[in-house]
């Protein structure tokens, strides 16, 4: 194995488990205000909401939207809507695709899946529920402090956000994701899928970040480029967790994948070539980082953790 | 019955059809230039899209959102993402309420449900397209006229948009619908259902007519009342056509709502007392645009033909 010298963890003096817990808290707390419990007549879609938002996550696309905003020279707090937003919009993700008609899935972080708890109608309306909202989170200049922050900017980041999650997004990843359960694929086509399916809104919370931060061109294209590494990276590291991690610590059974056919990485390349893939990524990542000073430190943290997750 | 002469139709020099089939025919030609068929890999999500998005509809929520920026002196160009915006969020609430979890509709304005033709999975992520590109349609500078817009208020625009579709809004409206199948519910629980589902859009689709077009306050408060009172005519006069209406002109079958326990207007008040409420809603309408000149004639025509409408 190439031991590149950005990707072994001791040089980094960053605490990375404390700034990720700090951070998390902040995110958990500012999804708290923005989408508090309802005793209004709907309020069991609320619930349901909430239930998937709350569950547990490990608030990856905020933090790293948070933080560029800070690397570009900006504040967290510039972001901070937009980095809830992401989060949103990524729970809306996973509670359509956990749905009976998509991946039939009844567990999701050890927790039964939204579905399973409030029905299919409730989970699809909770679903769209969050996906409405985060735009609503974004555009008004009532909540948190998006008046302070130039409309131009606000405007730009929700395109963004929308050009990531929509049809040459998100939504065409999911597409092709389920397309591929029933005919081969070649690697072209998984990696098309992934980028589309989970690189397209890691990329976005960076840009994101980045722009609402005030960064400029240079520096928005430089995060753009370590999101998309890191995306593809955290997608391969996904695969081979799946099939090489503890079930226990993942909160769902391994092998899942496999199970249903899923056109994996190490299904096509093989667990040494992932492997070799991710570290690949992992360096490309840090590697576009190269021009920003202390301030990128958690980023390129989070990358080179991506190489030891257990979860 | 008392012929107010508001309600009588003899007084209007527009032609109502002809202007209607005019805004209907720009309306879909933005709509093919902003949602055009795709040859991704992707493609059959933007089919499925298409397919509900270009089934015939009567473009109300565009022509009244266009047809309100011209009112307070703006021009339909400014308005026309948000025109299309509309529409596609009205479309994407249709797939998602038709679906088998939810109203389990086979027929949609006489043709098969995207569901019924594109299997569930692609129908919710052709609505979730819908949804997501509708915001995108409206945020993003390079899209039509959006530049030519104030920032501020097309962010204004988006935050209506927002709260009219989200929790505050048509996800409610649809949460209480859902429930009041199963249970007993009051009058006030139904007028509260429908000025979420359906009322929050239409009334929507005027505030943010008013607001792109430069509206003063008092002109869009004028615009947002008459989009109240509008909406409930609407949804009553919808319910009477269920049970009064020609199964061919409509494309569905009659009493379809009777069928499936929903709770009507005329289930609660009886057919005599909902079309006097019809008819006072469509006067209140009228009313709340005694300040504007005629260049609000057809909204005022638009209210008054609800009394007359056959589908």
Same mark, same amino acid.
């Given at each position: ?60 696309? +905020? ?36 749905? +009976? ?39 008004? +200049? ?17 395109? /963004? ?81 799946? /099939? ?8 769902? +059974? ?58």
């Amino acid at each position: 194995m190439n031991h590149h010298a950005s990707t072994t963890s001791h040089h980094a003096s960053l605490d990375l488990k404390a700034f990720l817990e700090a951070q998390r808290q902040r995110v958990d707390a500012a999804l708290e205000r923005f989408l508090p419990a309802s005793d209004s007549l709907e309020k069991t879609v609320v619930e349901a909401a909430r239930y998937s938002l709350f569950a547990g996550g490990k608030r990856l696309r +905020p933090i790293l939207c948070l933080t560029a905003a800070e690397v570009v020279g900006g504040t967290a707090d510039e972001a901070l809507t937009a980095a809830c937003a992401l989060e949103m919009v990524h729970t809306y993700s996973l509670i359509h695709d956990d749905l +009976p008609a998509m991946d039939d899935d009844d567990l999701r972080r050890g927790r039964p899946t939204n579905h399973k708890v409030y029905g299919e109608a409730v989970a699809i309306l909770a679903g769209d529920l969050l996906l409405t909202e985060a735009f609503g989170l974004l555009a008004d +200049p009532r909540i948190g402090s998006n008046a302070a922050v130039a409309a131009e900017r606000r405007l730009r980041a929700l395109t /963004i956000l929308a050009r990531a999650s929509g049809m040459q997004g998100m939504i065409a990843g999911q597409v092709i994701d389920l397309e591929s359960e029933t005919r081969e694929v070649d690697l072209a086509t998984v990696e098309y899928m992934h980028i589309h399916k989970t690189g397209a809104l890691i990329s976005a919370s960076l840009e994101m970040g980045a722009v609402l931060g005030g960064g400029n061109d240079q520096q928005i294209q430089a995060l753009v480029q370590y999101g998309r590494h890191l995306g593809l990276a955290f997608q391969i590291t996904d695969d081979l967790l799946d /099939i090489e991690g503890d079930p226990d610590v993942m909160g769902k +059974p391994s092998g899942s994948d496999v199970a249903k056919n899923k056109k994996t990485y190490p299904a096509l390349l093989g667990l040494a070539r992932s492997r070799e893939m991710a570290r690949k990524h992992v360096d490309r990542a840090v590697d576009a980082l190269k021009t920003f000073d202390e301030k990128a430190e958690p980023l390129r943290a989070i990358a080179r953790y991506l190489l030891e997750r257990k979860a």
